[in-house]
């Protein structure tokens, strides 16, 4: 959650990232892993949402 009603800035994963920086890293991360993600605003700001993609079932040989 973020109180801050402003627009949510995506980082560039192209951008050069400083590779001590300890924060700014999450987005890009959910934007690598998810299937679609966004933001919608609460009444106390913003909540971020993503969507995960699902692995196809795989079918496990028979055991004895």
Do not use: I, Y
Request: with cysteine; net charge negative; hydrophobic share 30%.
């Amino acid at each position: 959650h973020d109180p801050e009603p402003g627009r949510v800035v995506h980082p560039d994963p192209d951008a050069g990232v400083d590779p001590w920086q300890e924060h700014g890293r999450g987005l890009l991360l959910v934007r690598a892993l998810s299937s679609d993600c966004g933001h919608r605003p609460t009444a106390h700001g913003k909540a971020a949402w993503f969507t995960l993609p699902v692995a196809p079932d795989r079918e496990h040989p028979p055991t004895a």
